[in-house]
């Protein structure tokens, strides 16, 4: 490596080094290491600390990483300011000067409750301020380390000083542990408390160990460097802007992916810390793989093996809900890691001379910050669906150097009119206009097959196979629309789709695989229905949901004083209520709100509780709020496709209990395809000296769904006191539910999701 680098970069490596130059290597490489494992320790730290007030949704991770991003790219300009503009040892001076300043007055890092309650409509923008005020001021002081201490050692005097290049490798390995260790080691054995002094202490002792780095530097070393620099072939030759928007393009597509390829992850399975961490920690692998010399073998492979990737993401879209969900996160997290990869080793192919280090680093670093606003900020406000993420499932064949060489060689104005042609399948599909039914189907199915199959063999072939991609791509979109959408919207929380039934009788809402209620408004002959709506979906009559509530009812004398639901949905729910009962519901999206409302959509909010008090904000915080006195409280929230984390911990079920009048009982929904909740709940509701009863339907009885509009679903039901719920206690349908001996209480301070996806598999 650093022999084919010198030789790139025209430096000659330090004669006579001493014993001191000696030690600079592991000074450097811990220091380096250190500080990314701050770094990237901090991020799901503080975001699990501010997810509750946004109801556990996805989207706070992606607006964190875009936030994370744009501070680091702050720090690499910073890094790049005074690698510039000040002798090495006067900018060591003015850093150890900023680290001194956040250790006294920016720790310990903590979420401030002065923020209150997050607003109705432009939560984004009020998150970023929460990230910049709270950790803003510590991560810009960490972040600028990596290209600072590699700019330093190259004037330390040490004999691979030439080509500090390689030091990357130790700050993507400090990354990945740090990654890697906080859901399965620090989340699991630290409060959120105690994980911010750990960081202050880590801090603390990057501060001393940044001071130790500096002493390394050698003014001698500097006016050496400096002068051999200045004569390098690279340092002479400018850096062009073809060089700069290069570097751009080339980190923000994977940037792109990868907030697209979590939050695809995450709608699946919860918003927690492990599922974060997961794409960040192969985004993390990929610099490593692909920022060093030698591999052309494994690009090779890897360019062989991504369209056959590609092709397998692009036939498992339209059948989505019936593949396993674990092997679509395997496929979907191999065809990231290898895109990445190549796109990244484009990138470290058109990496400068060390003159430009930190330069690079900056425009790397501001190609991800795009990416990632793109991904995260622009989309929902450009798309209905989340569109894209099958996008840049392709956009990632342009990092190719195949493929941009053939568009290099095309005329330009014909390849941004194919490109914008291109576009329009997607965008016409993304509003409903091109669905399942547009075309026959025999002859869509034709032009998947052949697309698909054209894309896998097309490795060599960069013509055919964008081609190839971008129209089986369009294709699967279009097959994953239903022909029934009535309406599509997107809120900061989630997509909601309103879909009509194929015979035209029922509608229901759905975000993303998540099922939110569904009403019948058509009889059999098509006319619209005008009498009191029906319960459906989940909360059908006969199910677990309506005899949960009917028992309710029961231990009640027959009727519910005060009820409240957590989580609206569109409404079904309400047609459970009865005259003079008052129903409180809580809902966090104000777009759900308006759709529940929207009477020409769904009648069941409007009319079957005309009167009812929606309190918009996150539902456990809201509720806290209220005197309480409530004889029944449902829990019926999801976020992704199960409750969010802070709705079913310790201290959640406590001041849910609190709540609750004498003889009231707690309804939770834990239906969940990828997840054992019913512990959960039980182990929270007995630590809260509460019991917990739960039920499965079975799924036979409820038929197909979009014939019946019934869906199955699990229930638990907590209470204080067996005779609390009524006959539930002795029904054979139902039952007590026992906390397994190894199980640990979740709490708003602990939660171990591998635990639930694990008792799901019988593991």
């Known amino acids: 490596m650093t022999t084919t680098i010198n030789a790139r970069t025209g430096l000659s490596g330090w004669t006579g080094a001493g014993r001191a130059s000696q030690l600079a290597l592991p000074v450097y490489t811990l220091t380096i290491f250190l500080s990314a494992f701050l770094l990237f320790g901090v991020q799901p730290m503080f975001t699990k600390m501010v997810m509750p007030v946004l109801g556990g949704t996805p989207a706070v991770w992606s607006v964190a990483m875009v936030f994370f991003q744009s501070v680091l790219l702050a720090g690499y300009a910073y890094a790049h300011g005074l690698t510039r503009w000040l002798d090495a040892r006067a900018a060591a001076v003015v850093h150890l000067a900023l680290m001194v300043v956040v250790l006294i007055a920016g720790l310990p890092i903590a979420f401030g409750q002065g923020w209150g309650t997050p607003p109705e ?50 700050s993507n390995i400090g990354s990945l542990l740090a990654l890697l260790s906080y859901p399965l080691v620090i989340e699991q054995t630290l409060p959120l408390a105690g994980q911010s002094a750990l960081w202050s202490a880590g801090f603390g002792a990057l501060l001393v160990s940044i001071a130790a780095a500096a002493l390394f530097l050698r003014a001698d070393a500097s006016r ?55 794409p ?32 397998a993401i692009i036939a498992s879209l339209p059948f989505i809900r019936s593949v396993p969900f674990y092997a679509l996160l395997a496929l979907n997290l191999a065809f990231f890691t290898v895109s990445v990869i190549l796109c990244h080793r484009e990138l470290y192919a058109r990496r400068p001379g060390v003159a430009h280090l930190t330069q690079f680093y900056f425009f790397m670093s501001l190609g991800g910050v795009i990416g990632g606003a793109l991904a995260s900020l622009a989309a929902p406000l450009v798309f209905e669906g989340l569109l894209e993420f099958p996008l840049l499932v392709v956009a990632v064949l342009l990092c190719r150097a195949d493929v941009r060489g053939w568009l290099a060689k095309a005329n330009p104005l014909w390849a941004f009119a194919g490109l914008a042609a291109a576009m329009v399948p997607f965008l016409l599909a ?112 006969g199910g677990a949901y309506h005899q949960a509530i009917e028992q309710a009812r029961t231990v009640q004398g027959g009727k519910l004083g005060k009820v409240a639901v957590v989580g609206l949905g569109m409404g079904s729910l309400a047609c459970h209520a009865q005259a003079d009962e008052t129903w409180d519901f809580f809902e966090i999206d104000p777009e759900v709100v308006r759709i529940a409302r929207d009477s020409r959509v769904f009648r069941s909010f409007s009319e079957c509780t005309p009167g009812a008090r929606t309190i918009v904000g996150d539902g456990r915080l809201t509720l806290a709020d209220e005197p309480g006195g409530y004889d029944l409280i449902m829990l019926d929230a999801f976020s992704s496709s199960s409750p969010p984390v802070h709705l079913i911990t310790k201290e959640a079920v406590a001041m849910y209990a609190s709540k609750l009048a004498p003889g009231g009982m707690l309804i939770f929904n834990i239906s969940n395809r990828n997840m054992v909740l019913s512990h959960v709940v039980a182990a ?9 009863w739960h039920r499965k339907d079975d799924p036979e009885t409820t038929g197909d769904f979009m014939a019946t509009l019934k869906a199955p679903v699990e229930v638990a039901v907590v209470a204080r006191r067996p005779a609390d719920v009524g006959s539930i206690a002795q029904d054979p349908e139902w039952t007590r539910t026992r906390v397994p001996a190894d199980f640990r209480t979740w709490t708003d301070d602990f939660s171990n999701i591998l635990d639930p996806l694990r008792r799901k598999l019988g593991w």
């Open 121 to 170: 409509h432009g939560q984004a923008l009020w998150l970023i301020g929460v990230f910049t005020v709270s950790v803003g001021l510590p991560f810009f002081a960490v972040s600028a380390n990596g290209p600072l201490l590699q700019a330093w050692f190259a004037r330390t005097g040490h004999p691979h000083a030439n080509d500090p290049y390689f030091l990357y490798g130790a």
């Open 224 to 278: 050496v460097t400096a002068r051999n620099l200045a004569a390098s072939a690279d340092s002479a030759a400018p850096v062009t802007l073809r060089d700069r928007l290069g570097w751009i393009g080339l980190s923000l597509v994977p940037s792109a992916l990868l907030v697209a390829t979590t939050t695809h992850v995450t709608n699946e399975v919860a918003a927690v810390p492990l599922m974060w961490v997961a």
């Open 280 to 311: 960040l920690a192969l985004y993390l692998v990929t610099f490593s793989v692909a920022f060093r010399e030698g591999g052309e073998r494994l690009h090779a492979v890897l360019r062989r093996a991504q369209p056959a990737l590609l092709a």
């Open 430 to 541: 993304d509003r409903g206009l091109l669905n399942q039914d547009s075309f026959p189907g025999q002859a869509v199915i034709t032009v998947f097959i052949v697309a698909v199959v054209l894309t896998v063999f097309s490795h060599a072939r960069p013509a055919r196979l964008l081609t190839a991609a971008v129209t089986a791509m369009a294709v699967a979109v279009m097959v994953a629309t239903p022909a029934q959408m009535v309406e599509r919207t997107r809120s900061f929380f989630a997509v909601h789709s309103i879909f009509e039934t194929p015979n035209g009788q029922g509608r229901f809402l759905q975000h993303g695989n998540v099922l939110h209620g569904a009403e019948r408004v058509a009889d059999a002959a098509g006319s619209p229905l005008t009498a009191r709506p029906e319960p459906a979906s989940y909360f059908h009559f």
């Open 684 to 692: 929270s509701a007995r630590d809260a000296g509460l019991t917990t």
